[in-house]
């Protein structure tokens, strides 16, 4: 694109200038420092103090503005010697407030000046030294205020000093700096700034001049334009070089023809040079041989967007063969193209475009890239490659892009593109990940025409690495210094924090991939709204905020696998929280802890939407909350609510799970399909006042086939309006009792349920389908119903031979491993018959009140005194506890000890057996011998 030269600004020649340079020294009344760039674009400047001096001696500035009462009797360097009167204003704050003015040359560094660069119009940006007679200087520095390292964007990176002898003078630039490295210490002054006379000048532009680009082919000259006219100087630099240097020397403004290497990327670099003191400007240019490529599929893979970006977007792609453009049909397409990519309906080439592991809403899919129309778009929060697939080999030999219709830091700058015969092999045929290349920031507009390099190929991906957290000055999430790159990552690029503390006091939105692990720590006080993939492997993430949600508007999914995640929520804990994240997933595994405190009112309406404080499928179908290890802890505080909803899983197959005093437990709270509580292995327990439903305004189901369900209150199956059905065929149900409507059914195939009082009755109800020999027993001692399926044989019998023991060795005096210890007192003690080094658990445990035996009993045992001795019958073998104070007699009287103590036994018992503890009673206990004997019940 043309650019011409701005009119020349009504300012000073810079011959005055120069001519003071020669003595390395300036001498105006009035000096003007102007901020012009505050790092990571801050809107506030602080400065502690701002000095100024001549031939290495720091000038002892004294305030004489009117407002400074009483007036100061010494200077800025603490003595009254050789002060130099000056009034100081400046800044959208009054001159004597704590943070005005007059602060910046009273000698502390302990107060400062602080404004907002933008109050006033921008005016307030300006700080003023008005002298009453001309002042030398030769130098200047400042420093950093007191707070810079929790604000380090209070700090200039560019600025400009000015003078001028009179009010009526323009203003003459002193001095420029840009991109100076901002110190985010506190109270630090920075390097002492010479005022040499010699300013590095600007270059106002270096580009391709209109309809040239950086990619050609062998031998193509592209056109290359500038202007290094200085505006601000109101002066050309003093020299210009252009790098490869061509011939003849460069102009201040043109417009020239170059003719990069072949087979080559060459960076033409244009310097403008005001004495020692110089700038410039680059441009890459990339020569290649051209070539072919003929495969039945292509993956365009974005390797980096714009600093910045929440994804990746295009308008339209095109391949190209001899200069024309294929017109491509898209036959996955949500609705039907009108034409092809070029508009006609002429050599339809049928292709199949899509996103691999993509987050694209359905109004901005992939297939959109060859419809033709600018006016729609691919969007991809994710970043992943796009995939062409056609229906057979297509040769091409370039391609081109365009622009999507806003945002432009989505736009590709770095990229790869492959081919592959099968979609399963790729092999690279582009490469432009050396350089950024320059998308135009222009909308729905066209790139160059990349032609394929054939033989000049750079096989050298190179992958822009993903943020790492440093913590290098602060907590501060929000501080670029504290990230690897120096700037905070955007929404869709990838970051990790492994170690250090990070604090982010706003919401945390996500799209692409988030890592916490080692001994890292990610504080969120906001809310965690996820659309990406989120893994926590160790360390720590803390929020305290309104919602915890795996996917907000696209699929996300969150893998826990270690470390520690402690939410406390006063709204939400959500998988999806749109129907279009539906298939969000919290995946709980390995050593991973997930502690999760809902606070809020589970009744309160939040955008005419009730809470519902823990939801899998608040809004999209298909979510999973599945715990295959670690341990998960929930607790309600406030009347909070746990639902599935809309095909909503909650799979358990090891670890632990525990929800603590919800209003409700529900299984299929709304929407359509059917909503599945699974439990294969590990434990649930759902405590306190918290009924289990299963089926409420849509069907619920729960399968137990492994582990265990705990439920101190109610197992309620089926409503009025929704069916509720429960299968079990292994695994243990623990629970106050189960109840069901005419929509409900229990079937029971196996495993063993233990419920709270005489429930045997349970087995006649309608709704109860057991397995042929389900059997029901009470224990009156415990309370407790017991109900489980007959196999035909007694346990002791179906422990043999599961036990793999012979069948003329399962006698239960027989001792097929000869260890000593029969196959009766083997089983009764929970050990193993076909290994010799298991005789059953049983320990002695030291205590400072007597000797104490521990053992494994069938679980479910209980002991009363029978015939002098402490005793239990259950599953056809009989228990009994002996004590001895002599180990002549043995029926000194024996009592049980709960709860058992269990410290130090090891292994501990299979889910048949439990821990049980005893000791001699009364004072015998305190000296005396135990043993436990096991029997064939009659």
């Known amino acids: 694109m043309n650019k011409y030269r701005r009119t020349l600004p009504p300012v000073l020649a810079l011959n005055a200038l120069l001519a003071a340079s020669a003595a390395a020294q300036v001498t105006y009344q009035h000096y003007r420092f102007e901020p012009t760039r505050m790092y990571a674009n801050g809107t506030i400047i602080q400065l502690s103090e701002f000095v100024l001096s001549n031939g290495g001696t720091r000038l002892n500035l004294v305030a004489n503005n009117p407002e400074a009462v009483p007036a100061p009797t010494v200077g800025q360097n603490g003595t009254a010697v050789n002060m130099v ?86 203003w003459v630039l002193i001095d420029r700096i840009i991109g100076h490295p901002s110190n985010p210490a506190n109270q630090v002054f920075q390097q002492s700034f010479p005022v040499t006379g010699e300013i590095a000048p600007t270059i106002a532009y270096f580009d391709y001049a209109f309809e040239n680009y950086p990619i050609v082919k062998n031998g193509t000259p592209v056109s290359i334009e500038w202007d290094a006219y200085d505006f601000e100087l109101g002066d050309e630099p003093q020299t210009l070089t252009l790098s490869p240097a061509s011939s003849p020397a460069p102009q201040v403004t043109e417009t020239r023809e170059v003719t990069p290497p072949a087979n080559a990327e060459t960076v033409y670099t244009l310097t403008a040079a005001n004495g020692t003191r110089s700038s410039n400007k680059k441009l890459t240019l990339r020569s290649v041989a051209g070539g072919t490529a003929n495969r039945r599929f292509y993956r365009f893979t974005p390797v980096a967007t714009r600093p910045g970006s929440d994804g990746h977007q295009l308008s339209e792609f095109s391949f190209f063969r001899n200069g024309t453009e294929l017109n491509l049909f898209a036959t996955n397409a949500a609705v039907t193209q009108a034409t092809g990519s070029n508009g006609t309906n002429d050599n339809l080439l049928n292709v199949i475009v899509t996103n691999p592991g993509g987050m694209t809403p359905v109004a901005e899919a992939a297939p959109l890239l060859v419809d033709g129309l600018t006016t729609t778009k691919m969007l991809d929060r994710r970043i992943k490659p796009v995939v062409f697939e056609f229906e057979q080999a297509v040769e091409i030999d370039s391609y081109r892009f365009t622009t999507a219709n806003d945002a432009d830091l989505r736009d590709p700058v770095k990229w790869t593109l492959e081919g592959s015969a099968d979609g399963i092999t790729w092999e690279l045929i582009d490469n432009v990940t050396s350089f950024s290349y320059p998308t135009s920031t222009l909308r729905s ?45 955007g929404l869709s690029e990838d970051f990790t924090i492994a170690s250090s503390a990070a604090v982010r006091g706003a919401n945390l939105e996500r799209y692409g991939r988030t890592v916490v692990s080692g001994t890292g720590s990610l504080t969120v ?31 996300g999914t969150f893998t826990h696998t270690g ?74 505080s406030n009347n909070n609510f746990v639902y ?9 197959t090891g670890g632990s799970a525990s929800f603590a005093n919800y209003n409700t437990f529900l299984i299929g709270f709304e929407g359509a399909g059917n909503n599945l ?100 027993s009470f224990d009156s001692t415990l309370n407790r119903t017991t109900i489980r399926v007959s196999t035909g044989g007694t346990p002791f019998s179906l422990w043999a031979a599961a036990a793999g023991i012979a069948e003329g060795q399962r006698g239960a005096e027989q001792d097929p491993d000869q260890d000593g210890v029969p196959n009766i007192l083997e089983f009764a003690l929970g050990g193993l018959p076909g290994d010799s080094g298991s005789r059953g658990i049983h320990s002695p445990v030291a205590t400072t009140t007597g000797a104490v035996i521990t053992v494994a009993v069938r679980a479910g045992a209980s002991f009363s005194v029978q015939s002098g001795r402490l005793a239990a019958t259950i599953d056809g073998v009989r228990y009994e506890i002996q004590g001895s104070t002599n180990l002549g007699n043995w029926d000194a009287p024996v009592e049980e000890v709960t709860p058992a103590l269990t410290q130090g036994v090891d292994p501990a018992p299979s889910a048949e057996w439990e821990l049980r503890s005893f000791r001699l009673a009364g004072t015998a206990g305190e000296s005396g011998f135990l043993r436990v004997a096991a029997t064939e019940a009659n």
């Open 677 to 776: 509580l699974d439990i294969s292995g590990g434990s649930l327990a759902i405590t306190g006042s918290t009924p289990l439903m299963v089926g409420g305004g849509s069907t619920g189901a729960v399968t137990l086939s492994g582990g265990s369900l705990s439920v101190e209150q109610a197992v309620n199956l089926g409503q009025s309006n929704a069916n509720g059905s429960f299968t079990m065929s292994g695994g243990t149900l623990t629970a106050a009792n189960i109840t069901s409507t005419v929509r409900g059914t229990f079937n029971f195939e196996g495993g063993e349920i233990r419920l709270t009082g005489d429930r045997r009755a349970i087995l006649t109800e309608a709704w109860f389908h057991g397995a042929t020999g389900t059997t029901a």
């Open 85 to 170: 009167p000056v009034t100081v204003t400046g800044g959208s704050r009054a001159l004597t407030d704590a943070e005005g003015a007059l602060k910046i040359i009273d000698g502390a560094l302990g107060t400062k000046w602080l404004t907002g660069i933008n109050d006033n119009g921008g005016a307030a940006k300006f700080l003023y030294f008005d002298f009453t007679t001309p002042v030398t200087i030769d130098s200047y520095s400042f420093a950093t205020g007191g707070d810079t390292a929790t604000f380090p964007n209070r700090n200039p990176i560019d600025w400009k000093v000015w003078g001028r002898n009179s009010t009526t003078e323009e």
């Open 563 to 636: 470390g520690t995640v402690d939410l406390t929520l006063d709204r939400g804990f959500f998988s999806a929280d749109t129907a279009a994240a539906g298939g969000s997933k919290y995946l709980l595994s390995g050593t991973g802890q997930l502690i999760v405190k809902s606070t809020g009112n589970g009744n309160t309406s939040v955008g005419g939407s009730i809470l519902h404080n823990v939801h899998v499928g608040k809004a999209g179908t298909g979510d999973l909350f599945e715990i295959s290890g670690g341990s998960a802890s929930f607790t309600s």
């Open 525 to 555: 006080n906001g809310r965690v709204l996820n659309n990406g993939e989120f893994t926590v492997s160790g360390g720590t993430l803390k929020q305290t905020g309104n919602y915890f949600i795996a996917g907000v508007s696209l699929p």
């Open 445 to 489: 507009q066209q790139s160059q025409v990349f032609p394929l390099p054939g033989t000049s190929l750079d096989t050298n991906v190179i992958v822009s690495p993903a943020f790492t957290w440093t913590g290098a000055l602060n907590n501060g999430f929000d501080w670029g210094y504290n990230w690897s790159g120096d700037r905070v990552p």
């Open 644 to 652: 599935l909803s809309r095909t909503g899983t909650m799979r358990v």
